[in-house]
């Protein structure tokens, strides 16, 4: 079955450390792949989204994500994490034909300790 | 006012009651998604709308009621709802090009709390 994984519920790390977020995905073509965040008691925002051309895609906030095909990867990263970073950050997916049919992972809610 | 506004943010009621969620995006988008976002599980897609139009029921219980009365604008009618209905009502919007690119923008969500 298609799926998104994420497989860290939660992930602490220090202010000013570095940080990666883990996303796998199993679909038979390349998706197009998304992360967004959650801040409490607020709504997604999208950091950044894969499409096609560079596997290397910046996004705001000092993230960025690397696609790789051989590992069915989607992996976020951010050199330094600042305490605002705080948040839960979630994996999107569409399959390739899956126009509007968006999966997302269950999400790694990130915790940044001073 | 930009991007994708959802009221009310917070919301209790009581299993016979009737009420109803509003979401409106000023993005100029010709899609409109329900989404429901409950604890320890990933986001459910629910309805989506494309030009007014309903394009997508993800089997959801009648006791949810969508409607799209133009673009810009997006309702979840709700009545005698259960316990377990209770979570983070999430709408969205999308261009609509009707490719795999339409990138969504959400809106901060309706806290629904049913007793």
């Known amino acids: 079955a298609q799926s998104v994984t994420q497989p860290d519920i939660h992930i602490t790390v220090s202010e000013g450390a570095s940080l990666e977020l883990r996303c796998n995905y199993s679909?038979?073509?390349?998706?197009?792949l998304f992360w967004y965040v959650q801040s409490p008691g607020q709504g997604l925002q999208l950091l950044l989204k894969?499409?096609?051309?560079?596997?290397l895609v910046q996004g705001i906030k000092g993230f960025e994500a690397e696609f790789k095909r051989s590992q069915s990867s989607f992996n976020l990263r951010k050199p330094s994490v600042h305490w605002s970073d705080a948040a839960e950050y979630f994996c999107?997916?569409?399959?390739?034909?899956?126009?509007?049919?968006?999966?997302f992972g269950t999400g790694t809610k990130l915790q940044v300790i001073p | 006012e930009t991007g994708v506004t959802q009221t009310p943010r917070h919301l209790v009621m009581g299993m016979t009651n009737k009420k109803s969620l509003k979401c409106e995006q000023h993005?100029?988008?010709?899609?409109m998604y329900w989404y429901k976002q409950s604890a320890k599980k990933p986001l459910e897609l629910m309805f989506v709308?494309?030009?007014?139009?309903?394009?997508e029921n993800n089997s959801v219980p009648s006791r949810f009621s969508p409607e799209c009365p133009n673009s810009s604008h997006l309702f979840l009618h709700l009545h005698t709802l259960q316990p377990e209905d209770s979570a983070l009502y999430l709408c969205?919007?999308?261009?609509?090009?009707?490719?795999?690119?339409?990138?969504?923008?959400f809106g901060p969500g309706t806290r629904l709390t049913v007793l």
């Open positions: 969205a919007s999308s261009q609509g090009t009707t490719r795999d690119t339409d990138t969504q923008y």
């Open positions: 679909y038979g073509a390349t998706p197009y």
């Open positions: 894969y499409f096609s051309g560079d596997t």
């Open positions: 999107a997916v569409v399959p390739s034909g899956g126009y509007q049919k968006v999966t």
């Open positions: 993005l100029g988008h010709n899609a």
């Open positions: 709308y494309n030009f007014k139009e309903q394009t």
